[in-house]
């Protein structure tokens, strides 16, 4: 089973703000974890150093035993590729490309899919895992923003990550939507993913297997 270690995580902003203080957190395949705290407490900077975004100022980021953090730039970009999925508040959906093209898109530079063809057929499985198979051939503007956001998380799955990072998902959705975004996500650890998802966003605490409250900068004890 993989995983992601963060260890002493520290961030300084313009060498004036620190955004992170010595945070360190586990993210287990298998696992849906959530990082709640109040605006500016650090938690999408959290996710950023995670999702090997952005680099510490100092500490170390190890998955699945290796420590990533000090690869060259090439390097972190590649396990970034093959290792990590994305999901953020704005869908960031291509609005001239239907929701299946959106999904090939991550896929294009990946080597392990040889022809287009084949990308074509995964980003359709994709987008029957989301509950979106009568969706595909549609554009952005056609789909509501519960919907795109469904495309965003089939997207995130396009290189077969084991891990999936959300910052504020269903900040831009009702709650029905929200309900759906977060059952999907769910799921996906269920699958074996290991998820986390930053929000101050109360409903998904039902959710988590593990929960963390960040507070300028600090990561509190974990609670279930
Ligand atoms: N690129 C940046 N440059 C300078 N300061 C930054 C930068 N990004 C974040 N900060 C600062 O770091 C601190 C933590 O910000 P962060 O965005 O991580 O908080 P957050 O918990 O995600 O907040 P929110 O709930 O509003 O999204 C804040 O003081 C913020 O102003
Ligand atoms: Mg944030």
Redesign the pocket.
């Given at each position: 089973m993989n995983s992601i270690v963060a260890k002493d995580l520290v961030k300084v902003?313009?060498q004036k703000?620190t955004?992170l203080k010595e945070v360190s957190i586990t993210i287990n395949q298998g696992e849906f974890i959530v990082v709640m705290?109040?605006?500016?407490?650090?938690?999408?900077?959290?996710l950023q150093m995670i999702g090997l975004l952005d680099l510490p100022t100092s500490g170390s980021i190890f998955i699945n035993s290796k420590d990533v953090s000090k690869l060259p730039k090439n390097a972190i970009a590649d396990v970034r590729q093959k290792s990590l999925g994305f999901v953020f508040q704005a869908f960031h959906l291509n609005p001239q490309l239907k929701a299946y093209e959106n999904v090939m898109l991550p896929m294009l530079i990946n080597p392990e899919y040889k022809n287009k063809a084949e990308m074509e057929k995964k980003a359709k499985e994709l987008i029957d895992v989301v509950g979106l198979s009568e969706r595909a051939e549609h554009y952005p503007s056609q789909l509501s923003g519960g919907e795109q956001q469904r495309v965003a998380v089939a997207r995130a799955l396009a290189n077969d990550p084991d891990f999936i990072l959300a910052?504020?998902p269903t900040g831009n959705l009702d709650s029905e939507n929200e309900v759906i975004i977060f059952t999907l996500l769910k799921e996906l650890a269920q699958q074996g993913k290991g998820i986390m998802v930053?929000s101050?966003n109360e409903s998904i605490l039902e959710y988590a297997d593990r929960v963390y409250y960040?507070k300028d900068?600090v990561l509190g004890d974990e609670k279930r």
């Amino acid at each position: 089973m993989n995983s992601i270690v963060a260890k002493d995580l520290v961030k300084v902003y313009n060498q004036k703000v620190t955004a992170l203080k010595e945070v360190s957190i586990t993210i287990n395949q298998g696992e849906f974890i959530v990082v709640m705290g109040h605006s500016g407490s650090g938690k999408s900077t959290l996710l950023q150093m995670i999702g090997l975004l952005d680099l510490p100022t100092s500490g170390s980021i190890f998955i699945n035993s290796k420590d990533v953090s000090k690869l060259p730039k090439n390097a972190i970009a590649d396990v970034r590729q093959k290792s990590l999925g994305f999901v953020f508040q704005a869908f960031h959906l291509n609005p001239q490309l239907k929701a299946y093209e959106n999904v090939m898109l991550p896929m294009l530079i990946n080597p392990e899919y040889k022809n287009k063809a084949e990308m074509e057929k995964k980003a359709k499985e994709l987008i029957d895992v989301v509950g979106l198979s009568e969706r595909a051939e549609h554009y952005p503007s056609q789909l509501s923003g519960g919907e795109q956001q469904r495309v965003a998380v089939a997207r995130a799955l396009a290189n077969d990550p084991d891990f999936i990072l959300a910052d504020e998902p269903t900040g831009n959705l009702d709650s029905e939507n929200e309900v759906i975004i977060f059952t999907l996500l769910k799921e996906l650890a269920q699958q074996g993913k290991g998820i986390m998802v930053v929000s101050h966003n109360e409903s998904i605490l039902e959710y988590a297997d593990r929960v963390y409250y960040m507070k300028d900068g600090v990561l509190g004890d974990e609670k279930r």
